[in-house]
């Protein structure tokens, strides 16, 4: 079965990746995906073999920033997976998700596969910070802010601030890496802490993924590859006020 599987991966791979040259390459890149399925999957009590839903590909920094930009190519892997996973009666408990993070400490032509369950829609909600009153919260860090993709000032002028690519975030960032409800950031005890919201492209600071951080000025924060900068000096240049009407803030 397994075997039927990387040869329906391997087949799509070389037919949807006509760039990649090095026949090796779809072959490793192939095995190493349904190895992932294969040690990650499991028995549901009905007897129903299980796969994991969750899939992220690591890759060398270039080659991870190539394929992030070819969303039609992820889509086109993502649904081998599933249509090979499918057809030899895998069942997934979620609808399955792709994700190229980077890993420096590959070779270029180097792949890592990790495979997991994504957390049920209730294990998620109750993951999620839950939002304190400001008389709990302590005073707000002076003068905070967000550079955002180097050319953008966000004030940070709340207790509490939400992040993500839904309208109705304190800070909207309209990319499509971007989850609708990516991150949070919340003053506890005088200083400002960044959460993860259980995002599907991850939270980064300097370059480490986290689920819960205490931000210092200067620190790099990474959406799914939208960067942002924290800051606690009065800023200094041209800046965009809350409410502005630039995509980034609509």
């Given at each position: 079965m397994l075997d039927r599987i990387e040869s329906r991966l391997q087949a799509a791979l070389e037919?949807?990746?006509?760039?990649?040259?090095?026949?090796?390459?779809?072959?490793?890149l192939a095995q190493q995906l349904v190895d992932a399925l294969y040690e990650k999957a499991?028995?549901?009590?009905?007897?129903?073999?299980v796969a994991p839903d969750d899939f992220i590909i690591y890759m060398h920094p270039e080659r991870a920033a190539a394929w992030n930009r070819q969303t039609d190519l992820l889509d086109d892997l993502l649904a081998a997976i599933q249509n090979a996973a499918d057809e030899e009666k895998y069942k997934f408990l979620q609808p399955p998700t792709l994700r190229v993070l980077s890993d420096s400490s590959l070779k270029t032509d180097a792949y890592k596969i990790s495979a997991d369950y994504k957390p049920s829609p209730l294990e998620q909600t109750a993951s999620m910070p839950v939002e304190q009153p400001a008389g709990d919260s302590g005073p707000l860090p002076k003068n905070a802010f967000l550079i955002v993709d180097g050319n953008r000032v966000f004030p940070l002028r709340q207790p509490v601030i939400n992040i993500g690519r839904r309208a109705d975030n304190h800070l909207t960032i309209d990319d499509p890496r971007v989850s609708r409800s990516h991150a949070q950031?919340?003053?506890?005890?005088?200083?400002?802490?960044?959460?993860?919201?259980?995002?599907?492209?991850?939270?980064?600071?300097?370059?480490?993924?986290?689920?819960?951080?205490?931000?210092?000025?200067?620190?790099?924060?990474s959406l799914a590859g939208v960067t942002l900068v924290y800051g606690?000096?009065?800023?200094?240049?041209?800046?965009k006020a809350e409410g502005s009407t630039s995509p980034l803030f609509t």
């Amino acid at each position: 079965m397994l075997d039927r599987i990387e040869s329906r991966l391997q087949a799509a791979l070389e037919s949807r990746l006509p760039w990649i040259k090095n026949r090796h390459s779809t072959n490793s890149l192939a095995q190493q995906l349904v190895d992932a399925l294969y040690e990650k999957a499991k028995t549901s009590p009905d007897g129903q073999a299980v796969a994991p839903d969750d899939f992220i590909i690591y890759m060398h920094p270039e080659r991870a920033a190539a394929w992030n930009r070819q969303t039609d190519l992820l889509d086109d892997l993502l649904a081998a997976i599933q249509n090979a996973a499918d057809e030899e009666k895998y069942k997934f408990l979620q609808p399955p998700t792709l994700r190229v993070l980077s890993d420096s400490s590959l070779k270029t032509d180097a792949y890592k596969i990790s495979a997991d369950y994504k957390p049920s829609p209730l294990e998620q909600t109750a993951s999620m910070p839950v939002e304190q009153p400001a008389g709990d919260s302590g005073p707000l860090p002076k003068n905070a802010f967000l550079i955002v993709d180097g050319n953008r000032v966000f004030p940070l002028r709340q207790p509490v601030i939400n992040i993500g690519r839904r309208a109705d975030n304190h800070l909207t960032i309209d990319d499509p890496r971007v989850s609708r409800s990516h991150a949070q950031i919340r003053v506890t005890n005088g200083s400002y802490i960044l959460f993860d919201l259980n995002s599907t492209g991850g939270t980064y600071v300097n370059n480490e993924r986290i689920t819960r951080y205490s931000l210092q000025p200067g620190d790099v924060i990474s959406l799914a590859g939208v960067t942002l900068v924290y800051g606690e000096d009065a800023p200094t240049g041209p800046q965009k006020a809350e409410g502005s009407t630039s995509p980034l803030f609509t």
